[in-house]
Structures are given as structure tokens and as C-alpha cells.
């Protein structure tokens, strides 16, 4: 049967409390009920609670996307699994396996790091015009994501952690405990693959999971709500200062393409107005700083790399982009 067109479970079963936290994110998100949702499955809990969740709402288009990243040896079985959870469910699936080890040695990136850009660019292959990307994201995902984030000394960005929604990327399932997930599924006897390189402590993630997390929780109970509070809070700074930003740069851009630098801004200011003028990939916090001093100092005539083939010039205190 089509999960689209079944009929909704019981409100008091597992599987309707999933429905209800999937039903809840969405709607945070203004993601329509006839929308397409293209559902990135791993074969884990929290991704088996998106698939079983959505599915049990009943409201959406659903297709199921699993990428195997050929790491571990039984990878194919997480495969299979999730094509023959998509099929119990009537639901299409598309499998595709990538070597995530070759890309982080050909693209100089982490393991971790070229396993998320693989699934995001095999997301974006699958989904149709029109159709959003959903992933299985928590509010435990996003404590660990800001406590990282501060441990490698990041700015307000960093600390705001994971957004619900960006781009065709959503995430219903952001305001939701991990542990709780779990445990629905196995009050519905929902089956689930564990990733046993979740426990390896050579990723810095794990480590925050395994150690540093229950450690708060035990200094203070709630830290992982408390955590994610914060970084919507900081999200929301964030923002705001975006659009001080943008007014800023608007102000000073000149009609040759420079941005007038006579009266600097504050610091803190500047450094955002700079980052939006340069645009993605933003330049490094070191590269910013130097250009900040050039567009400050006294000298002129000054050249800055500013990463990814952009060069940034200062002559009489006015800051070019090339």
C-alpha cells in the first residue's frame, strides 16, 4: 500500500507519536502536505524514525534515499535494509554507492567531512524539481554541532548549530532527543542498523556524544535542551547582524564595484561586511583580520588572498574584490 493513502495509526501507538514529532517539524517548517520529501536514510535510528514517521503521517510524497559510503565491509547490508524497508513501506527507493575515501583524499577533507558533502550532492541528484530534502537531524545533533563548533574557537555562526531549514535541506526532526526516538521505535518493534564507527572515539563527534554530553547532563540535567536553546538564540542574533551587515555594505559600495573604507565600522561589524562582500566559501577568520588591518593601516597599495582564487585590494583606504 502507498503510505501516503494509509490510514493514520491510533494516536496513542509508537508509530502515530512518531507521525506526530515528524507532523510537528514539518509544520516549523512550512513544509506543505503535498509536498515531495526526499528522505535521506542511512538505516539508522533516527533516520528509521524520519522513514516510519513520515510514512505513518501520511501526508507527504515520499521518496527514500540511502547513500552507501563504502567504509565498512557489511555497508551493502545497511543498503539492502533500507531498499527492503522502502519496499514493506510501497515506497521507491534509490541506492547509490560512493567511495567517501577517495573523495576526502582527491578533496583534502576529513572522513566526516566528505561523507556529509557526498550525501548533500547525492541529495541534490535525487530530488526533483520542486521536492525538498529532509534529514534525520536531532536536537542532540545539534548540541554536539555547537559544542564543536566552540571547541574550534567559531564565531556566533558556528554557536548558532543546525538550521531547520536551509535551502531544499529540512529537518523535522530537529527539536526531537535521539534517545527518545529510539525508544519509540522499539516500543513498535521498528527495526534499525547500528553504524559501529559511531563508537569509534578517533572522530571528535563521538566524543562529544559518548563523553562530553553526559557529563553535562549529569552537572546539569537539561543541558542538551539548554544547548540548543542557546544556539537558537544565536541563530537569531546572527541573522540580524547579516542584515546590519547588508545595509552597511550597500551604504559604502561605490558605483566602480569598491567599498569605501575611510570611516571603518566597528570590528565586529566590519568583519561580516567583509565575509558578505567576499561571499561562499567564506575566507578564513586570518584572512579577514589582514584585510581589516590593510583597509585600517596606513599603507595602501596592499593585496590580500583571500582563498579560492579571490584577490581583495586596498588603495586610499577603498577595498577592491576581484
Sequence with gaps: ???????????TTPSAQLAAAVERGAAALGIPDDATLVLAVSGGPDSMALLHGAAAAG???LVIAHLDHGLRPDSADDARFVADAAAALG????????????????????IEDAGREARYRFLADVAPDGALAATAHTLDDDAETVLLNLLRGS????????PG???????????????????LLDAAGLAYRIDPSNADPGFGRNRVRAELLPLLEGLRPGAVERIARFSRLAAE????????????????????????WRDPPS???????????????????ERIEALLDAAEGDRGGVRIELGGGRVASVRERRIGLE
Design 237 to 260: 542574533d546572527d541573522a540580524l547582524l547579516d542584515e546590519l551587515a547588508a545595509t552597511e555594505l550597500a551604504r559604502r559600495l561605490a558605483p566602480d564595484g569598491t567599498i569605501a
Design 155 to 162: 564565531g556566533l555562526a558556528g554557536v548558532a548549530g543546525i
Design 1 to 11: 500500500m502507498d503510505a501516503r493513502h494509509a490510514n493514520p495509526p491510533s494516536a
Design 59 to 61: 501526508r507527504w510524497d
Design 165 to 183: 531549514r536551509r535551502g531544499r535541506i529540512v529537518r523535522p526532526l530537529l527539536g526531537e532527543r535521539r534517545s527518545r526516538l529510539r525508544e
Design 91 to 110: 515506497l521507491p527507493c534509490e541506492v547509490r554507492r560512493t567511495d567517501v575515501g577517495a573523495l576526502a583524499r582527491d578533496e583534502g577533507r576529513s
Design 267 to 285: 570590528r565586529a561589524l566590519g568583519r561580516r561586511v567583509l565575509r558578505l562582500a567576499a561571499g561562499d566559501p567564506a575566507p578564513s577568520a
